[in-house]
């Protein structure tokens, strides 16, 4: 069993940066796809990035393309969301997924082991 724990939220102004850990209590974590989410309010939740257990492969939802870059650090079981130039739009709770093998995964359904979330609101 995998356990996820977002960190690296907060409150920025419109332009600003942040970025989110994903930490993950599994020692085996580098065997897994990692995905991150974002859930704004009244609206479902929507897939942002993913990398796989290598990192040698991204992906990124338009919205965040050119802005947000995922990477991560198997040797601290760690993966890393690194949003730049935020925008309001972008306020959401963030939630970092993961899945054993395979490559890059879009549907959160794809997705076994998820995060509390962590909290970003980005004021005009």
């Known amino acids: 069993q995998v356990q996820l724990g977002e960190s690296g939220g907060g409150l920025v102004q419109a332009g600003g940066s942040l970025r989110l850990s994903c930490a993950a209590s599994?020692?085996?974590?580098?065997?897994?796809?990692v995905g991150w989410f974002r859930q704004a309010p009244g609206k479902e939740r929507e897939f942002a990035a993913a990398?796989?257990?290598?990192?040698?492969?991204?992906y990124y939802a338009d919205s965040v393309k050119g802005r947000f870059t995922i990477s991560r650090d198997n040797a601290k079981n760690t993966v890393y969301l690194q949003m730049n130039s935020l925008k309001p739009e972008d306020t959401a709770v963030y939630y970092c997924?993961?899945?054993?093998?395979?490559?890059?995964?879009?549907?959160?359904?794809?997705?076994?082991?998820w995060g509390q979330g962590t909290q970003v609101t980005v004021s005009p």
């Open positions: 997924a993961a899945e054993r093998y395979g490559g890059i995964r879009i549907p959160a359904r794809e997705y076994t082991y």
């Open positions: 990398i796989t257990w290598s990192g040698s492969i991204t």
């Open positions: 599994e020692r085996t974590f580098s065997m897994y796809t």
